[in-house]
């Protein structure tokens, strides 16, 4: 199916080498394919395949190829210096796209190796426009689908909720198996799936590793240093609360989301906050990627308990205030609150079973598929 980011990235490969980042099996490898017709002759070479490795390492890829694809090679010892030595001395009219289904901010830490080089794109699941536009369902519809299914194109693709399912249970299954025991140590793993299972039923909350390391019986640094592995391998990110200090927001405690929603437990509330948090850390993402704006996305919590399940942020300036209902039209107190507190943001309460579209004061009741669907990432 087409993905938003294939003309933009088509555009940008034209100019330099694109870097494209991304949960395991949300579409890289079908985007980087679809690349290649354009650019032909082109060439795929994937790291996690013996003959492409050794290519790779003997740098024997066919100098004719107008773009060179390079999968996974993030995992290649050395990888940063590695790509510097290809991009500078790659033929002149051959481009090239790497991609990578773990973290590659080392990119924007390696000091000035890859600078001016490259730009940088998230591919994200797919999103309430994106599955309208491919099977013509309304935006409530397209909603519905995505909160059963989640956004990765083979469960949101697949021709039955079994088929989803049975994809879900393996594709979980590999992750702790394969991709976080590349981080930890093989006996680490239990208790790795049991934290995991543990933030499949927070999903929303503030959450407290301290709590959670007592009924683990580990360490609160273990738990912090699993949940860096679970953030640098896309398959959680974490919302920080919203302070123009951003040091101290860190102090607070962030909610956790999946990029998979089909992930989260089985309960409506949680899985719609999820599926709107995605999308919205998507058009975040694509923010700053297509027109390099400094955006943000945050949640906002005070002493007293008062809580707005989103805030979206633009140059350290609120710009949104967002709560996500199944169907409660009623104003969420605190968001009428903070709407008046941060007087020129946008307040809208996302509704996802709504009859009548109002506005009620400084607050927008809006159908959350129709809202999201114009989002614009």
Not at 125 to 149: F, G, K, N
Not at 304 to 329: I, M, N, P, R, Y
Request: net charge positive.
């Amino acid at each position: 199916m087409k993905r938003v980011l294939d003309e933009l990235i088509a555009t940008d490969l034209r100019r330099k080498m694109v870097i494209l980042t991304g949960p395991r099996q949300v579409g890289k490898t079908t985007l980087a394919r679809s690349m290649m017709a354009p650019f032909a002759p082109a060439q795929y070479l994937n790291w996690d395949v013996a003959d492409d490795r050794a290519i790779l390492q003997r740098a024997t890829w066919d100098r004719r190829a107008r773009l060179l694809v390079m999968d996974e090679i993030h995992k290649m010892p050395g990888w940063k210096t590695w790509l510097k030595g290809v991009v500078d001395g790659r033929e002149p009219e051959q481009t090239l796209l790497v991609t990578g289904s773990a973290r590659m901010d080392t990119f924007r830490q390696s000091g000035e190796s890859l600078a001016g080089r490259y730009f940088a794109w998230h591919l994200h699941p797919i999103d309430v426009r994106e599955w309208c536009e491919h099977s013509a369902a309304s935006p409530a519809d397209a909603l519905r689908h995505l909160m059963r299914r989640g956004g990765f194109p083979e469960p949101c693709l697949a021709p039955s909720d079994e088929l989803a399912d049975r994809w879900r249970a393996q594709y979980y299954t590999d992750l702790v198996r394969e991709d976080v025991l590349e981080f930890s140590r093989l006996q680490e793993i239990t208790t790795m799936r049991l934290f995991l299972d543990m933030l499949r039923a927070r999903v929303g909350s503030p959450l407290s590793l301290a709590s959670m390391a007592r009924d683990l019986a580990v360490a609160p640094n273990t738990l912090k240093r699993y949940l860096d592995v679970l953030q640098s391998l896309f398959i959680v990110f974490a919302v920080q609360p919203w302070h123009r200090n951003v040091g101290r927001a860190l102090l607070q405690a962030p909610k956790l989301y999946f990029f998979d929603t089909g992930l989260v437990k089985n309960d409506p509330g949680a899985r719609l906050e999820n599926a709107i948090a995605v999308m919205l850390l998507k058009y975040t993402h694509y923010r700053h990627d297509a027109l390099g704006k400094e955006s943000g996305l945050h949640y906002i919590r005070t002493k007293d308990g008062a809580e707005v399940d989103f805030a979206l942020s633009e140059g350290g300036e609120l710009t949104h205030l967002l709560e996500c209902k199944c169907a409660d039209a009623a104003v969420h107190r605190p968001l009428a609150r903070f709407a008046e507190q941060f007087a020129g943001t946008e307040a809208v309460q996302l509704v996802a079973e709504l009859r009548q579209e109002e506005q009620r004061g400084n607050v927008a009741i809006r159908r959350a598929g129709d809202w999201l669907a114009r989002l614009g990432a």
